[in-house]
């Protein structure tokens, strides 16, 4: 396996990887066709990562979204393993939005580490509070977070850190392999595929299928990335649509269009339900049980 062109050239700067041993891991793919690096445990150093992001004295931000039950159910937990794993020697400003500001827990902060609510309208169906999220992002990008944060990274509240969580994860744009579709051939992957949806990808499109979980990159990226996904979920709802997948669709399509400048390996957002995988080696953030029942009822 060859050495990911992208990891070598002077770019790294924005690329925090350290330098790449893509063949630490010959089993698994570690480049994309277009030159990203994929990260798997072992093919990054995350001493020189670290090293990079505090000599620029880079703030990350971490935004999440906490919406009527997902509150009390996921979002202490989520942020105590992330004061133990997320950038850990960074700065880091948490970003939760949430329609309850009162209710969000006071978890102990380390220093140089904040947290600021953010006000979001409660929306009736799951679905919804998902696919605000975009819209709320877009707004949160071109204000305070935006001005205060380098990096961001955006992710889901039911799941928990596991593992480090560091720079090595940082780039332009960053997307997150899906856990359970990773293996999968292309054609099967689950795109939307009805033409009249902005999000849809034809039958020979598509490289891999990303999980809408944990993505990021710089503000600018991600204005970009929040405007074209609320845009298209705004002509989606006009004309009576709705992806399958819905804010996840859209953010496949724009990645088909925008390739990422780097991949994430399931390692970092998995599954347990999966079982154990050879390669999968060390879990940086781990799924809660869909408990749908109880949440979505
Ligand atoms: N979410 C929320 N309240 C809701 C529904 C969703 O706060 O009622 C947020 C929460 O951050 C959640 C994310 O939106 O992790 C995506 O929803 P969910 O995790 O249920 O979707 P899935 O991972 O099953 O696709
Ligand atoms: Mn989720």
Same mark, same amino acid.
């Given at each position: 396996m060859g050495v990911c062109p992208? $990891?070598?050239?002077?770019?790294?700067?924005? *690329?925090? !990887?350290?330098? +790449?041993?893509?063949? =630490?891991?010959?089993?698994? &793919?570690?480049?994309?066709?277009?030159?990203?690096?994929?990260?798997?445990?072992?093919?990054?150093?995350?001493?020189? $990562?670290?090293?990079?992001?505090?000599?620029? *004295?880079? !703030?990350?931000? +971490?935004?999440?979204? =906490?919406?009527?039950?997902? &509150?009390?159910?996921?979002?202490?937990?989520?942020?105590?393993?992330?004061?133990?794993?997320?950038?850990?020697?960074?700065?880091?400003?948490y970003y939760v939005f949430t329609e309850r500001p009162a209710a969000v827990p006071r978890v102990p902060l380390g220093p140089g580490r904040w947290l600021r609510v953010e006000r979001v309208a409660r929306e009736r169906r799951w679905q919804d509070v998902s696919m605000a999220r975009m819209r709320a992002l877009h707004a949160a990008l071109g204000g305070r977070l935006g001005r205060e944060a380098r990096f961001v990274l955006c992710m889901?509240?039911?799941?928990?850190?596991?593992?480090?969580?560091?720079?090595?994860?940082?780039?332009e744009s960053v997307a997150q392999l899906h856990a359970w579709h990773y293996r999968w051939p292309r054609r099967l992957l689950p795109f939307e595929r009805d033409a009249r949806s902005a999000a849809?990808?034809?039958?020979?499109?598509?490289?891999?299928?990303?999980?809408?979980?944990?993505f990021g990159g710089s503000v600018a990226a991600l204005r970009r990335l929040t405007?074209?996904?609320?845009?298209?979920?705004?002509?989606?709802?006009?004309?009576?649509?709705?992806?399958?997948?819905?804010?996840?669709?859209?953010?496949?399509?724009?990645?088909?269009?925008?390739?990422?400048?780097?991949?994430?390996?399931?390692?970092?957002c998995w599954s347990p339900d999966i079982g154990r995988r050879a390669e999968i080696r060390r879990p940086r953030l781990l799924w809660a049980p869909k408990e749908y029942a109880l949440l979505r009822g």
């Amino acid at each position: 396996m060859g050495v990911c062109p992208l $990891a070598r050239m002077p770019l790294l700067r924005d *690329n925090f !990887t350290g330098p +790449l041993h893509p063949w =630490a891991r010959p089993e698994v &793919l570690t480049c994309t066709s277009w030159g990203a690096p994929i990260i798997w445990d072992g093919t990054f150093d995350p001493d020189v $990562a670290q090293q990079e992001a505090v000599q620029q *004295n880079l !703030t990350v931000g +971490l935004t999440v979204f =906490a919406v009527g039950r997902y &509150l009390e159910k996921y979002l202490a937990r989520f942020l105590e393993t992330a004061e133990q794993h997320f950038m850990v020697g960074l700065r880091v400003v948490y970003y939760v939005f949430t329609e309850r500001p009162a209710a969000v827990p006071r978890v102990p902060l380390g220093p140089g580490r904040w947290l600021r609510v953010e006000r979001v309208a409660r929306e009736r169906r799951w679905q919804d509070v998902s696919m605000a999220r975009m819209r709320a992002l877009h707004a949160a990008l071109g204000g305070r977070l935006g001005r205060e944060a380098r990096f961001v990274l955006c992710m889901d509240v039911d799941q928990h850190f596991s593992g480090a969580f560091g720079p090595e994860a940082l780039a332009e744009s960053v997307a997150q392999l899906h856990a359970w579709h990773y293996r999968w051939p292309r054609r099967l992957l689950p795109f939307e595929r009805d033409a009249r949806s902005a999000a849809a990808l034809g039958p020979a499109e598509g490289d891999f299928y990303y999980h809408a979980a944990v993505f990021g990159g710089s503000v600018a990226a991600l204005r970009r990335l929040t405007a074209h996904c609320a845009r298209g979920l705004r002509r989606d709802r006009a004309r009576g649509l709705e992806a399958r997948w819905h804010d996840e669709s859209h953010l496949n399509k724009f990645f088909w269009i925008y390739k990422p400048a780097k991949l994430l390996s399931p390692e970092f957002c998995w599954s347990p339900d999966i079982g154990r995988r050879a390669e999968i080696r060390r879990p940086r953030l781990l799924w809660a049980p869909k408990e749908y029942a109880l949440l979505r009822g």
